[in-house]
């Protein structure tokens, strides 16, 4: 306990307001059950939204559950009062060997969420767990911890999703990940929810209509609350959280299309020429990243402090690989040139901008030159790769637009001669793969890194195999090995010796019941910063 306030303090020294809100949390989250709690009678069962497990490391895991019996009512159809819950973790199905248990409370004032983070535990293997409250008893879900330090494992499996538009089509990406055998962790790059207003058949705007929003954009807490309960409530999506420990982030969407640091997409630019001022957006974030954390298996250092949040980590898997899960939203500076895609301005250019944030990316090198692990994972949200588009233009909100800061990172990770690092991003729904030079601008640079872009579960509905946007990134960015534009996910496997990924792709979004499909298998042998077909 005592660390963790230590920790909530440090992280919110900035104000006596924020360090107030932390103690709070910390106290509403980390007090142990009391005896005499009344045991609840619910009208429904109050496991609607399933179970999840998160953040594997050698001796433990994170549990999460929610209750709500109506989960699409004010509160979830809850009492706004705690709630004991009890959790069990197995070594076997039927519960006969039980390595861990517990009790926990779920409180109001975090939507009634459960995370309970398991300690003790053998490393390397599998596990079960379920919870319990009143008479009712949750679905059992599996978990994994990690290998042990200095491990050698022969080979960790992992797959990498993100961009679930829930009016764009069905998650039939997260029932086929949830069948995927053997994973150690599912990351998942971010735009778990979407904040837009929900659209009726018919109705204009971006993306099919295969089933709509509840309510408006979403603003306050209760708004995003709704909008997780709806997407939570996705048998496709339970199912995979309950089959494997996420890693989650968050990009974009989770807040606000776009949102970059303490600005808001509406900053008096463009098309939004009335500005939200940073001030009265950061009361939208610190709602929005509440219902992250009350959504999402993570552990408790990831507690909001209002508009604040650390969600950048680390997790090794033995010594054969090392997962930096980074947040290239919260600490970036704002889209140069007015945002959208367009030709580089004198912006674009300049020396001090930030995508990471100094601390961010210091922490990132420092863990970078440390690192034991054959494979060095940049788990992040948007591409790293040079990609220039049509006219010579350039995304504004990816890295393409800063590139001292990436220039910065290449420079860190040459220098420090990290192994084999691999870049996993999302964010442009489409699959990519790619070598990423030393200076990526420059065709005769080395290679020091690989990247692996992973398609959306759903955003842009069906989607195509081949694009003539896609025709003309092949054509003007050589180091781009494989452009394809169905939805989908990606599942890789490291060894010492090489890391293969699968782009797995879906035919169609728009219905249900689509095949698995493999669009194609990338290869990184180890010691060789290129990406080639299997």
Not at 339 to 359: N, S
Request: with cysteine.
């Amino acid at each position: 306990m005592d660390t963790i306030r230590r920790h909530i303090l440090d992280l919110s020294r900035r104000g006596l307001l924020r360090g107030s809100t932390g103690l709070a949390a910390l106290a509403a989250i980390g007090a142990p059950v009391r005896e005499g709690l009344a045991q609840p009678a619910f009208r429904a069962f109050p496991f609607a939204l399933g179970v999840a497990s998160g953040e594997p490391a050698p001796d433990g895991f994170v549990i999460w559950t929610r209750l709500a019996p109506e989960p699409l009512a004010p509160d979830g159809g809850m009492p706004r009062r705690a709630v004991p819950v009890s959790w069990e973790i197995a070594e076997d199905e039927a519960f006969a060997r039980i390595a861990a248990s517990g009790s926990a409370i779920a409180r109001p004032e975090l939507a009634h969420a459960v995370h309970v983070e398991v300690s003790g535990l053998a490393p390397g293997r599998p596990y079960v767990y379920r919870f319990q409250a009143g008479d009712a008893a949750s679905p059992t879900g599996r978990a994994r911890t990690a290998p042990a330090p200095g491990a050698a494992p022969p080979r960790i499996r992992f797959a990498f999703a993100g961009c679930q538009h829930y009016e764009h089509g069905h998650f039939t990406a997260w029932r086929k990940i949830a069948e995927e055998a053997d994973l150690d962790f599912v990351f998942h790059y971010g735009d778990y929810i979407y904040e837009y207003a929900g659209r009726q058949p018919g109705q204009r705007g971006w993306g099919p209509i295969v089933r709509s929003h509840l309510g408006e954009e979403t603003v306050s807490l209760a708004d995003y609350r709704l909008r997780y309960a709806q997407y939570r409530t996705d048998p496709d999506l339970q199912a995979a959280h309950a089959a494997h420990p996420f890693l989650p982030s968050y990009d974009d969407h989770e807040v606000d299309n776009n949102w970059a640091g303490p600005f808001s997409e509406e900053d008096g630019r463009g098309r939004f020429p009335v500005a939200v001022p940073p001030e009265v957006f950061a009361l939208r974030k610190a709602a929005a990243f509440q219902a992250w954390y009350e959504n999402m298996p993570v552990r408790r250092t990831a507690l909001p402090r209002g508009p604040d949040i650390t969600a950048y980590r680390r997790l090794d898997f033995g010594t054969l690989m090392r997962v930096n899960v980074l947040d290239t939203r919260q600490f970036r500076d704002d889209q140069p040139c007015g945002d959208g895609a367009k030709p580089a301005c004198p912006e674009v250019f300049r020396a001090e901008a930030q995508m990471l944030g100094a601390a961010q990316e210091r922490w990132l090198l420092d863990g970078m030159a440390r690192s034991p692990a054959r494979w060095n994972i940049l788990a992040q949200q948007v591409p790293l790769m040079r990609r220039e588009l049509r006219d010579g233009a350039i995304s504004m909100d990816k890295w393409d637009a800063y590139p001292a800061a990436r220039q910065r990172l290449l420079d860190g990770i040459a220098e420090r001669r990290t192994p084999n690092p691999v870049v996993l991003s999302g964010d442009v729904h489409v699959a990519l793969a790619a070598t990423v030079r030393r200076r990526p601008e420059d065709a005769s640079s080395a290679p020091v890194a690989t990247e692996f872009t992973a398609t959306s579960v759903t955003s842009e509905g069906d989607g195509a195999e081949m694009t003539r946007g896609g025709e003309e990134v092949l054509r003007r960015n050589p180091d781009i090995a494989l452009f394809h534009a169905r939805r989908g996910y990606c599942v890789a496997e490291a060894t010492t010796q090489r890391l293969t990924t699968e782009f797995v792709a879906l035919p169609f979004v728009t219905r249900e019941g689509a095949p698995r499909e493999t669009a194609a298998r990338m290869v990184v042998e180890a010691g060789r910063a290129e990406v080639v077909r299997s």
